[in-house]
């Protein structure tokens, strides 16, 4: 197993200008086995039994015992990720406010790519504009993020307030920075949802971050066990 604090603060760049880290963390593969031997008021029986107790309990959706395991992230995403990952009711927020704290002119999300609107699904993007028409678009972006932030600081400069003058800032492509907390049992509805095939590319980067760089070293049996039991034959898995 990982050593937690060789994941505690570690900062995982996403995006162009994202970022996550681990601000904290609570429990591991054992803090959930343990959990679920209390209904028997036993105790750890070796790591082969103690992982097999795990896999039992995944498999057969015995899920409370993941919510003893917690992490909490701190989070730099365009907004329109946020969006999309705010309507998770189960993690605990705190955000930035564009009330208090005004807006640095590299606060806004520039993609590298441009992705195509797929035919088949209305939700979802399939293959790239050429790389001459992504320049144009990329350059034409620039531009319009920088006449809207000279627009945003000649509105505070005559005096209007941060909470309004942000009304001149491209909203969906805004970086915002947020702290979030969620126990694996959530985290891993979280996962699923938002590594799937369905999830927008920029959601699916931070939730690839955080199963690759903080949620598998910290529970490799309960991620093995996720795998096995949860995404398996889920389509893009
Ligand atoms: C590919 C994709 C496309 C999406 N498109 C849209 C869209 O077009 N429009 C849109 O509005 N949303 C959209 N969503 C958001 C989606 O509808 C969910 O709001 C979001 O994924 C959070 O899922 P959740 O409610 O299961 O998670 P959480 O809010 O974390 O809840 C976890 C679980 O707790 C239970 N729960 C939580 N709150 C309640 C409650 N009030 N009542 C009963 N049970 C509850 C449910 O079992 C739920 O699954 C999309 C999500 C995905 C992944």
């Known amino acids: 197993m990982t050593d937690r604090t060789s994941l505690l603060g570690k900062r995982v760049p996403v995006l162009d200008r994202g970022w996550i880290e681990l601000q904290d963390m609570m429990g591991d593969d054992l803090a959930i086995v343990n959990a679920a031997r209390v209904s028997y008021l036993g105790e750890s029986k070796g790591p082969d039994r103690d992982k097999k107790l795990l896999f039992y309990l995944l498999r057969h959706r015995h899920t409370t015992p993941f919510e003893q395991v917690e992490f909490k992230f701190r989070v730099r995403a365009p907004v329109l990720v946020w969006w999309q990952w705010s309507r998770h009711r189960t993690w605990s927020y705190n955000a930035q406010s564009g009330r208090y704290t005004p807006f640095e002119d590299d606060d806004f999300y520039l993609p590298s790519t441009w992705r195509r ?10 293959g790239e504009l050429p790389e001459s028409e992504a320049a144009e678009l990329t350059a034409a972006l620039a531009e319009h993020y920088d006449r809207s932030f000279a627009l945003y600081q000649a509105a505070l400069k005559r005096g209007v307030a941060r909470e309004l003058a942000r009304v001149f800032l491209p909203g969906f492509a805004l970086y915002y ?7 694996a049992h959530n985290l891993m509805h979280f996962l699923d949802l938002r590594m799937g095939a369905h999830a927008q590319h920029e959601i699916r980067a931070y939730a690839a971050a955080i199963y690759q760089e903080f949620f598998r070293p ?4 309960t991620a093995e066990a996720f795998e096995q039991f949860v995404l398996k034959g889920r389509e893009g898995w």
């Not at 920075?177 to 126990?183: E, H, L, Q, R, S």
């Open 117 to 126: 609107q797929a035919e088949s699904h209305k939700q979802m993007s399939e």
């Open 177 to 183: 920075t947020w702290v979030a907390k969620t126990d």
């Open 218 to 221: 910290a529970l490799p049996w």
